[in-house]
């Protein structure tokens, strides 16, 4: 692609002094962190952010009348105006905080969820993650609705056809992943989007893997909920995104209830407060979102396409070592992929890769992934994975080769 | 060429190596009268056991084991201990192993089983070792439901 190629390179070594935990031995070993589909770090900007809101500026936000609260409401809300311009969301209106993909994904389930009745179809695709598996499960349990899994192929890529053929008159909603948490997939979100809306089905893309490494446009997407996480794109924990269309939105019971989420409260009636606000109850989390705001600064800052061009080089040079390597299988082998590697080892289990590879500094996954439907089909009990952030090195990738050929040599 | 290192070769001790490589007694056995199945939810792990008791003597110990080397090794080295024992007899050995890996005194562990007194270093294989013996105590009860590692203790 030109964008990627006309996009200016990273100065990865610069980009790792933002991140003093990237800077560690661990067993000895200069840590190798390759588990950043699991949980990526945090830059000194987005820690300050955090620290400088609790130092300076807390207090609760859209309700009190002083000094603090405004000011903690103007962090807040711009922290939302940052969210809305990254995904180029139509309106702040769009954009509701929640914990994380996994809540965000409960919240549709929940919300949107009360209009499905018994017969009604939700559509999905063999390569979810449970958090896009089991709400679907839960909610089928509750209203009588069916769950259809769209089959994936050897190479771990969606069967267009298959999906196509699933799109009924019973489909109520469509829920796919973006990019694949366990193979790397990235799906071909925009072809998928366009057949379920041209039938009136909306759809949500669960975008936990792909907001880190690609630029996101939810208009451009034309999907009608995308939900992300903050801390695998380098964000804090305990804070994430439901974006939803507004006119979607407006139409939908709230979701968790209490404080914020209300206009008046009687014990002859509630009114509930108008958008973002309906679906956010409680106290939000507020440090969180101005720490994922600043994360999307950074991000930006950086350059998506610069991010993008950088990872798409650590995924073929890993994946070309990896394939020298007697006896390793690559699981997920898609055209259009993301930068994460699962493989096996002939003879080797993935949980024992793990600990050795562990004891040389480098940190991989290994295990289902929380995709186990995907392991199934692929007849495996799990594999171990590497998985790519834009601060990693090619030495980094030789480490994890050097630490592979020692698992190997003890397993001999 | 980098060696493996004290830590490693304390996990994967030679036994412990052979034992996975070439696990003893493992497959379903001809004749036996009580089975069990084992689940580590966490990483996958299967463990099925099966016992020929008779008297109250467990006259035949076998297992099959889908896991990682660490779990097949312990399974293997489990069958070795207690094949051929009352029933008395290796429900105290499935207490003292349990009890020297959760409590980090695995150094305690004594013959072969020493072997795998390493793992106790490691929080997160220790389930990996326990798993076998968790089956074991579940065929000896009878106890018709799938243990898994996440079941607080072993139970009694």
């Known amino acids: 692609m030109s964008l990627v190629t006309a996009s200016p390179p990273l100065d990865v070594e610069a980009v790792r002094g933002d991140f003093p935990i990237l800077a560690q031995q661990v067993n000895g070993h200069p840590l190798a962190y390759l588990d950043n589909a699991a949980s990526s770090q945090r830059p000194l900007q987005v820690l300050e952010a955090m620290q400088n809101y609790y130092t300076h500026d807390h207090a609760n936000v859209h309700r009190g009348v002083h000094s603090l609260s405004h000011r903690a409401t103007d962090h807040y809300e711009a922290a939302r105006e940052t969210v809305r311009a990254f995904v180029n969301a139509a309106s702040v209106r769009e954009i509701i ?3 994380g993909t996994t809540e965000a994904i409960n919240l549709v389930a929940f919300s949107f969820g009360q209009r499905l009745q018994a017969g009604d179809e939700i ?21 009588g609705a069916v769950l259809r899994v769209a089959p994936i192929n050897d190479a771990g890529e969606l069967v ?9 008159p019973r489909t109520k909603l469509v829920a796919v992943t973006h990019v ?7 799906n071909p979100v925009k072809v998928l989007i366009a057949a379920a809306r041209s039938r009136g089905i909306p759809v949500l893309l669960d975008g936990a893997q792909a907001i880190p490494h690609q630029a996101v446009d939810v208009r451009d997407l034309d999907c009608d909920f995308y939900a992300f996480s903050g801390h695998k794109m380098c964000g804090p924990t305990g804070i994430g995104v439901l974006y939803g269309r507004e006119a979607m939105l407006q139409d939908l019971p709230p979701f968790q209830s209490g404080g914020d989420m209300i206009l008046t409260v009687s014990f002859k009636g509630t009114t509930y407060n108008e958008l973002p606000y309906r679906f956010e109850a409680g106290t939000p989390h507020i440090a969180g979102a101005i720490g994922l705001a600043a994360a999307m600064n950074y991000l930006t800052r950086l350059g998506l396409p610069s991010i993008a061009a950088w990872e ?13 390597l007697p006896g390793l299988s690559i699981v997920g082998t898609a055209r259009d992929k993301a930068s994460l590697v699962s493989f096996n080892i002939a003879g080797i289990h993935p949980h024992d890769l793990g600990t050795i590879l562990d004891q040389r500094g ?5 295990g289902h992934h929380c995709a186990m439907p995907v392991m199934e089909r692929f007849g495996l009990a799990g594999t171990a994975r590497a998985s790519f952030a834009f601060y990693n090195t090619r030495g980094e990738i030789d480490q994890l080769l050097d630490a592979l050929r020692l698992a190997q040599r003890m397993f001999a | 060429m980098s060696e493996p290192g004290r830590e490693l070769t304390d996990l994967y001790r030679q036994i412990v190596l052979d034992h996975s490589r070439h696990p003893r007694h493992q497959g379903r056995p001809e004749h036996y009268n009580r089975e069990a199945e084992g689940h580590n939810p966490l990483c996958g792990d299967k463990v099925r056991i099966y016992l020929q008791l008779q008297d109250d003597l467990l006259q035949e110990v076998a297992f099959e084991a889908s896991g990682c080397a660490i779990c097949r090794a312990s399974a293997s080295l489990m069958t070795e201990t207690v094949r051929r024992r009352a029933l008395l007899e290796a429900r105290a050995a499935v207490d003292e192993f349990d009890r ?4 980090g005194a695995g ?50």
């Open chain 1, 97 to 99: 905080f929640t914990r």
């Open chain 1, 123 to 143: 559509l999905i695709t063999a390569m979810e993650h449970h958090s896009n598996i089991v709400p679907w499960q839960l909610l089928c349990e509750r209203s």
């Open chain 1, 160 to 168: 267009l056809a298959e999906f196509m053929a699933l799109l009924g």
């Open chain 1, 180 to 186: 694949s948490n366990a193979l790397g997939t990235v």
């Open chain 1, 312 to 324: 798409a080089g650590l995924l073929s040079y890993a994946t070309g070592l990896l394939l020298q």
């Open chain 1, 362 to 366: 480098v940190a991989i996954r290994a």
């Open chain 2, 100 to 103: 020297a890996l959760s409590t």
């Open chain 2, 107 to 156: 150094a305690t562990l004594t013959g072969d089983l020493a072997a795998l007194g390493g793992v106790s270093q490691y929080p997160s294989r220790i389930r990996c070792a326990t798993l076998p013996w968790k089956t074991l105590l579940a065929a000896m009860d009878a106890t018709a439901a799938t243990v898994t590692t996440e079941q607080e203790s072993i139970q009694r």
